[in-house]
């Protein structure tokens, strides 16, 4: 009886971490990358130091969780972290939640006078009842109104999902919080510095996220079998159940192909779409093209730029919704770890390409020119060192209205093959962090371990665990 997981990112990791420390079955991790973690893995920068892809905060609210993989590591391998984040908007640093004064200076006294008459309306009519919003610009300009709402929330739409009226409330809800009144009136007075709406601290492990994963790779090798570099490149069905995987050595190009046994099971967080055309006929044509559809992937490019010097900015990071500037966040990874940069620092600028704004279609260097433009135009001063660009295509999920009856749909038709689950980020097209991920990877050992043959098998209660988690920024 052998599992196969499919992608060595955090989900599929935390399966098999969770199998070895049950003692078995044996499993079988296929990852194409020569390492494991994937978007959150940690790259050497020849002699510049290491950095991870983008900045990750590690944090959830789920404390057992929070303990289980702080356990991996050493206690002195963690580092905690105070997270500071600020906005940039027209020339000026907006504290992160804005105070109604620094809007008021970015956008002038008038303008700011209506954006709180229209904030008083939205409130009150909130309280009135109003119809339950649909897309993006219907939550926010509901929660916020119509003034700070076209100022603030649609910029940012824009530059980092796009048209806010094509995109579905499930984004606005799960990903941009609005603090509550009275927290933003006590952080402004100063009265608190406690939030229910961000993480003030995050832990981090040191020397980069990828410990984390070699930690798993040493723990989890004498119960399976890690194949790195390695492509999935058909999955075969056959009687309803998977019964053999194509698998490609992706730097000798050796093909080989596995036939499973009876007992044989496969969890995959492989992309969804991609899962859908490894499988090929074994899923309707119809669900195929309505997945392609609305369950889209944003493509995400990240410049990172060695500077000469130790640090930048003191933020962990800086949004930048501003149209003018090329990227819409930016941060550095000597504020997650200041040991893992030398003397320099390695900043990281995030581009995100959307139907509003295509950027994959940039030239690398004409990437880092704008990149560095932006940075000069927010007046950081600083030598252009090397640079490097990394293309994560299709690692942004967009939620665009009517995803959620497709996504049921295809969920539906690939938790019908017996032997088959997908999870995690892309594999279930869940828009979630990297402990929501391990926790999806624990949760799906948890639920293989357990089932009893003739019993009802509960995978849909645990899909429905795990389907909302909340975000804190
Ligand atoms: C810029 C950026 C910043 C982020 N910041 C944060 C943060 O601050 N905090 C946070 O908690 N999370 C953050 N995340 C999200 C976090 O990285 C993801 O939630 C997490 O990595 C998802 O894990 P996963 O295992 O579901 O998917 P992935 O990490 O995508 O892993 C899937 C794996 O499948 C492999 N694969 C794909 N196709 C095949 C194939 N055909 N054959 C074999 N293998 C295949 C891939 O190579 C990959 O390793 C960030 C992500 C990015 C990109």
């Known amino acids: ?21 049950a ?8 990852e194409r990358d020569n390492q494991l973690g994937g978007l959150a893995r940690t790259l050497e920068w020849e002699n510049r130091g290491a950095h991870d892809l983008g900045p990750h905060k590690i944090f959830s609210l789920d404390q057992a969780l929070t303990a289980r993989v702080r356990s991996l590591l050493p206690a002195d391998g963690w580092i905690t972290r105070p997270k500071a984040s600020r906005i940039y908007m027209r020339g000026h640093m907006l504290p992160y939640p804005p105070s109604p004064l620094s809007l008021g200076k970015v956008f002038g006294w008038a303008p ?38 076209e100022a603030l929330f649609k910029p940012i739409a824009l530059k980092l999902w796009g048209d806010p009226v094509n995109l579905d409330v499930k984004l606005s809800a799960g990903r941009v919080q609005t603090p509550p009144l009275m927290e933003l009136i006590a952080r402004t007075l ?9 993480a003030l601290e995050f832990e981090y492990p040191k020397g980069g996220l990828q410990r984390i994963w070699d930690a798993i790779h040493r723990k989890a090798q004498p119960h399976g079998e890690f194949l790195l570099g390695t492509e999935v490149t058909k999955i075969e069905v056959a009687g309803g159940r998977i019964a053999r995987l194509g698998l490609r050595d992706r730097a000798g190009g050796a093909e080989r192909v596995i036939d499973l046994g009876p007992d044989d099971f496969v969890m995959s967080s492989i992309p969804l779409g991609r899962l859908l055309v490894l499988m090929g006929d074994a899923v309707d044509n119809g669900v195929r093209e309505r997945a392609a559809d609305v369950l889209r992937l944003n493509d995400l490019i990240l410049v990172f730029l060695h500077v000469d010097t130790p640090s930048l900015f003191e933020d962990s990071w800086i949004f930048v919704p501003d149209p003018a500037v090329v990227f ?35 030239a ?11 940075l000069r135009s927010m007046g950081y001063r600083f030598d252009a060192g090397a640079s490097r660009v990394i293309r994560l295509r299709s690692s942004y999920p967009v939620f665009r209205p009517g995803f959620e009856g497709a996504l049921t749909d295809v969920l539906a038709t690939l938790d019908s093959i017996g032997n088959f689950r997908t999870l995690g980020r892309q594999g279930a097209f869940n828009y979630i962090g990297t ?15 357990a089932r009893k043959p003739g019993a009802p098998d509960g995978w849909q209660s645990e899909r429905e665990r795990t389907r909302h988690y909340p975000v804190l920024d």
């Open 328 to 362: 819409h966040r930016i941060s550095e990874q000597e504020s997650f770890d200041p040991g893992m940069t030398g003397n320099g620092s390695i900043v990281c600028c995030e581009v995100m390409d959307n139907e509003t704004r295509p950027m994959m279609e940039l």
């Open 112 to 149: 700011f006078v209506g954006m709180v008459w229209d904030y008083g309306w939205a409130r009150i009519r909130s309280l009135l009842g109003r119809a339950a919003p649909r897309t993006f610009e219907e939550d926010l300009a509901g929660r916020v109104g119509r003034g700070l709402y």
């Open 1 to 21: 009886m052998t599992v196969y997981i499919l992608g060595g990112g955090p989900a599929g990791l935390a399966l098999a971490d969770a199998l070895a420390e």
């Open 435 to 449: 402990l929501d991920a391990m926790d999806i990877g624990y949760g799906a050992a948890r639920w293989y371990l």
């Open 23 to 30: 003692g078995g079955p044996r499993f079988v991790l296929v």
């Open 190 to 198: 100063g009265l608190s510095k406690k939030s229910q709406f961000e």
């Open 364 to 374: 690398d260097e004409e990437l880092v020119k704008r990149v560095e433009e932006g």
